[in-house]
């Protein structure tokens, strides 16, 4: 079946710019999370969403949030971009919580602010 | 919120078993012990989790001391492509904190 699919793979911003990214589940989870990955903080959680509601928040300030569907597919939107938001954005989905059935991760989408 | 701790690095020749172990000796009655994976220019990836009991998946045994203090990824064959950083983690709230992880080496 297939997997985590994560859209753009690869994305170059420019400062006060605002970027969407997309993360379409594996057919049938319900729970997706959003991590940061960077070589200074290594993964951090952003968010999580379970039937179109968010559970769960990590501690990022408001310019990243986040939406789930109908079908589960979901966006992150990041405003206002600084050089710090250079990251690898990976998404990851479940059947209903990553706690009991793990989390599938996609490849990531690798932004560059510049 | 519980904490895990686990050696920067191992090293380990292919074919022969890896035993990576984890310290989370404020772990709660209700914490899972999750162990992830992360391959070079990937996400990570799910490798097993457990409550209690040992645990055994086709991608490795998690051994978990009876105190729960304690646990111990067992990779029973390693292979060059098992070459990862390893992470165990406590999750809270379907947060999976990974930390730094153990950066498992495979020599042929």
Known sequence: ?114 | DAKTTQPNSMESNEEEPVHLPCNHSTISGTDYIHWYRQLPSQGPEYVIHGLTSNVNNRMASLAIAEDRKSSTLILHRATLRDAAVYYCILPNNNDMRFGAGTRLTVKP
């Open chain 1, 1 to 114: 079946k297939a997997g985590v699919t994560q859209t753009p793979r690869y994305l170059i911003k420019t400062r006060g710019q605002q970027v969407t990214l997309s993360c379409s589940p594996i057919s049938g989870h319900r729970s997706v999370s959003w991590y940061q990955q960077t070589p200074g903080q290594g993964l951090q959680f952003l968010f999580e969403y379970f039937s179109e509601t968010q559970r769960n928040k990590g501690n990022f300030p408001g310019r990243f949030s986040g939406r789930q569907f109908s079908n589960s597919r979901s966006e992150m939107n990041v405003s206002t971009l600084e050089l710090g938001d250079s990251a690898l954005y990976l998404c990851a989905s479940s059947l209903a919580g990553g706690i009991f059935y793990g989390y599938t991760f996609g490849s990531g989408t690798r932004l560059t602010v510049v």
